[in-house]
């Protein structure tokens, strides 16, 4: 049995968006990036979806907002992490 591709962790377009939001991208390198990103979504709960109309249609807005802020923290907490690990 193969899963879809289509199914995927709603908190990875968040933590995206939010480096994004930050230019991750711009001030560090491809092999810290990925490191970020593990070191991040490990610290979040999983929330599985198919189509981002599922999150648009039955998030409400605070728990949108919960959602952000647990990924603005675990970044913070993840840059503190890999600077002092020198990851």
Known sequence: ???SDDIHNYYEKLVVK????????????TDFV???TCVVLNQL???YIRHEVDMAFYLSP???FEMENKVNKAISRSLEFMKKHKL
């Open 1 to 3: 049995m193969k899963i």
């Open 18 to 29: 939010q480096f994004t939001a930050m230019k991750i991208d711009d001030t560090y390198d």
């Open 34 to 36: 990925a490191d970020l």
């Open 45 to 47: 709960p999983t929330r």
């Open 62 to 64: 605070s728990e949108r």
